[in-house]
């Protein structure tokens, strides 16, 4: 039986439940899979690297690292150290804009680099997204300023806000379709340079590690990830992913993010004898 070399997991929604941990059975799964099996591991996420990092620490292997959408594409090597494979950041001039939108709008905004995150408020949203990634922000009360007096190399930027005030920063944002990659979800919108996204970053980890597409089985739950599972040999979408998402008849459905999703479709592509204790 051929086994796929390379699992390339999305977190939030996916690789994390409702409780924004890693369930103990996925995290199991996966340190066996990668002990007993010839495979590498890759974090495939919108979030940031030291986000990331901390996820995966709950899983106690090594793994590399493709953030915010596949800007930041690190492989993780055998001396353990990081190997930087590409960079990308939106032109200074298009993160100020951004920014500039967010703010005129009066939502949440926050510009993340490739080691921090900045906002101008303390608020509400921000203590969620504290909370969630397990990251602290840099605040600022001019924002704008710090990204221009720093010339910060900023690879997403993100709006947080009930829904019907994200319609008001989405309408603003379509100048930038055809320049940027802009994902919506009912109260998130996060804007990535266009050339950034989650399979452009794997296909560049995948080469430098020798591992053909088809040799890739990935897991994802949402419109950000449909390309990345469409494109690899073996694309899983959760359970808990939206209902009306459009998506290849190829891509196979697992449980949900609560149930042990990951790792129930692990021991179906990489058998083993030992318990099935979820």
Not at 71 to 92: D, I, M, R, T
């Amino acid at each position: 039986m051929n086994y796929p070399k390379l699992i390339a997991l999305d977190i939030d929604g996916t690789l994390i439940n409702s409780d924004k941990k890693v369930p103990i059975f996925t995290a199991k799964e996966i340190e066996r899979v990668i002990n007993e099996y010839d495979v590498k591991l890759a974090i495939v996420t919108a979030r940031g690297p030291e986000s990331s990092m901390i996820v995966c620490e709950q899983i106690n292997v090594d793994s590399s690292l493709i953030t915010y959408g596949g800007c930041l594409v690190w492989a993780k090597e055998q001396s353990g150290n990081f190997n930087v494979l590409a960079e990308h950041y939106l032109l200074p001039e298009e993160a100020l804009e951004l920014v500039k939108i967010g703010l005129s709008l009066n939502v949440h905004t926050g510009a993340y680099t490739p080691t921090s995150w900045h906002t101008n408020d303390l608020d509400y949203w921000a203590l969620r997204e504290a909370r969630n990634t397990s990251t602290w922000p840099t605040t600022s009360e001019d924002l704008l300023s710090v990204l221009g007096k720093q010339n910060a190399d900023c690879c997403k930027v993100m709006y947080r806000a009930p829904s019907d005030e994200l319609d008001a920063v989405e309408s603003k944002l379509k100048q930038f379709e055809e320049s940027l990659f802009i994902h919506r979800s009912p109260k998130i919108i996060e804007v990535f340079p266009k050339y950034s996204v989650k399979m452009t970053g794997l296909k560049i980890l995948a080469e430098h590690l020798n591992v053909r597409t088809q040799d890739i089985i990935a897991f994802g739950d949402s419109y950000s990830d449909v390309q990345m599972l469409e494109a690899v040999g073996t694309g899983v979408l959760m359970d808990n992913a939206p209902r009306d998402l459009q998506i290849s008849n190829a891509v196979i459905r697992t449980l949900s993010n609560d149930e042990d999703g990951v790792a129930v479709m692990l021991r179906r592509y990489f058998p083993t004898d030992a318990p099935f204790r979820s």
